[in-house]
């Protein structure tokens, strides 16, 4: 019996990994997808909000299982969404730096832009670090207070 708990552990973990997908495209290509956004926000006078995580951190799922609940409505329409995995924080470093490096105090991390790819709002104080600790009232009342006039 034991040794039978760990096998069925091992055979469950791939099928919850299927369940529940997983929330940052580890293979995408992030700068091609920043710059569809930016096209696209350009046609539909949206601002793009660029979302750096990584599918490992607690906080970045909280995040993302937040915004697809409560503060859905307050994104959708709204902006022309970006996620963009940093892995290890060894991916699209570049990204995060172009736009002021919201990711050195903490994933996840937004950036809002604007037109002309002009930063309008960054979390640069870590300030969604700590997500998975926030409720998601918490959550949402946080992008609203930061994100509603940005749109």
Known sequence: MNRLLPLL???????????????????ADAAGDIQHAITASQ????PVLLIFGANWCADCRALDKAMH?????????RFEVVKIDVGNFDK??????????????GIPAIVVL??????LYST?????????????????????????DRS
């Not at 609940?69 to 329409?77: A, D, F, P, V």
């Not at 604007?114 to 930063?119: D, E, H």
């Not at 870590?126 to 509603?148: C, H, P, T, V, W």
């Open 92 to 105: 699209n470093l570049y990204l995060a730096n172009r736009y002021g490096n919201p990711i050195a105090k």
């Open 69 to 77: 609940s409560s503060s859905r409505h307050l994104i959708e329409n």
């Open 9 to 27: 552990a091992g055979m469950l973990l791939p099928v919850l990994a299927l369940a529940a997908p997983w929330p940052y495209n580890e293979q």
């Open 43 to 46: 046609a539909d006078h949206k």
């Open 124 to 148: 640069r104080d870590g300030e969604l670090a700590n997500a998975g600790q926030m409720s998601e009232q918490g959550i949402y009342d946080f992008l609203k207070r930061n994100l509603a």
């Open 114 to 119: 604007g037109a002309g790819n002009r930063v």
